[in-house]
């Protein structure tokens, strides 16, 4: 039996109040900043639902939902100095940069982004190609009011740091790269290779396939695919935890399976686009980073093909994860190269 409790004469009051006083205010449309800030995610891919964290990681960063180019993306943002954009690899969403990211908010306001497709990002049919994802981070700075900033992308994240740094040189002031080729840059591999170069390379032709095969023989053994793909490329292993939590992401729908996917089936796109920017050469500084067990310097000779300022740093024992097999090498190679970006605020 329900029990309906009469309102006191304050309560009508109070919320007469609250419905009247907003209509005599004067109307003021939300920053940008104002309206992310509004929208918190929560639960499993948001700062709050991660395992695993650095100590005091929460005290730091949260999560936000912004609006860019026309989707909302998901960013984890926390820290104070110049902007410091960090755009993750396949297949993996922001967590990766989770054992760097709090050292380098000590100084810089780091953000690190959800790539369409992934995480808690929209999960769009199309847009994949390097150029609309060039457009997404230049949207997302410009949503929290960054209209320079510095770019780290590593894996699928370096064609789409590539691409702004081409697209839109006068929104980059450097930028760091790692453990990838760029398509339309770098030569091609042959179709037949020696085996343990083709363990590591066959995802490439695989995750292009239309969805009726790839998606179709993937779901539900996603724990056989991506944890292969962990095992594979890695000079240390990830923790069992880790690569658990990353799986059980990717496997949470199917929008989740067919995102990962999205870069890969749209690099014939991103290759007519790579042909026209390299006829334009990249003048700011260029990081590029590789592990010793991973792919070397791999990307540092790709970059050099459309760039002339191009450092090139190797970590000897870490595999294709760079940012969680060693977190602290990643740190002493960026940290130097950054400085002066860092230190222009000062000026």
Do not use: C
């Not at 996603?222 to 594979?232: K, L, P, S, T, V």
């Not at 292993?237 to 870069?263: I, Q």
């Not at 191009?310 to 969680?324: K, L, R």
């Amino acid at each position: 039996m329900s029990t309906f409790l009469t309102p006191t004469r304050r309560e009508v009051l109070a919320v007469a109040a609250a419905a009247i006083v907003p209509s005599l205010m004067p109307e003021r449309r939300a920053t940008a900043r104002e309206a992310s800030s509004e929208r918190v995610p929560t639960g499993p891919g948001s700062v709050v639902g991660a395992p695993h964290l650095p100590a005091g990681f929460t005290n730091t960063f949260a999560s936000r939902y912004v609006d860019a180019n026309g989707l909302r993306l998901h960013a984890v943002i926390g820290g104070k100095g110049r902007p410091l954009l960090l755009v993750h690899g396949w297949p993996q969403p922001w967590y990766q940069w989770r054992m760097v990211m709090p050292t380098l908010a000590r100084n810089f306001e780091v953000i690190a982004v959800d790539q369409r497709g992934i995480g808690l990002s929209d999960k769009p049919q199309s847009g994949y190609d390097a150029g609309a994802q060039a457009n997404d981070m230049v949207g997302l700075m410009e949503a929290f009011g960054h209209r320079r900033f510095a770019m780290v992308g590593f894996d699928t994240g370096m064609p789409i740091a590539y691409a702004p740094a081409a697209d839109h040189p006068e929104r980059l002031e450097r930028l760091v790269v790692g453990e990838a080729i760029t398509t339309g840059v770098t030569p091609s591999p042959p179709l037949l290779v020696p085996a343990p170069l083709n363990k590591r390379l066959w995802h490439l032709a695989f995750n292009r396939l239309d969805g009726s095969v790839n998606e179709a023989l993937v779901r539900g053994r996603e724990d056989i695919y991506f944890g292969a793909e962990y095992a594979g490329s890695a000079g240390t292993p990830l923790p069992d935890a880790v690569v658990r939590y990353y799986v059980e992401r990717l496997a949470s729908s199917r929008d989740a399976l067919r995102g990962s996917f999205g870069s890969y089936r749209a690099i014939d796109d991103t290759i007519a686009q790579n042909e026209q920017r390299k006829k334009h050469r990249l003048t700011l500084p260029v990081l590029a980073v590789g592990g010793g067990k991973g792919l070397g310097e791999g990307a540092a000779n790709t970059m050099r093909l459309v760039a002339d300022n191009v450092e090139s740093q190797i970590i000897p024992d870490s595999g294709h994860w760079v940012a969680e097999e060693a977190p602290e090498q990643l740190l002493a190679a960026i940290t130097p190269f950054l400085a002066p970006y860092r230190d222009a605020a000062a000026h």
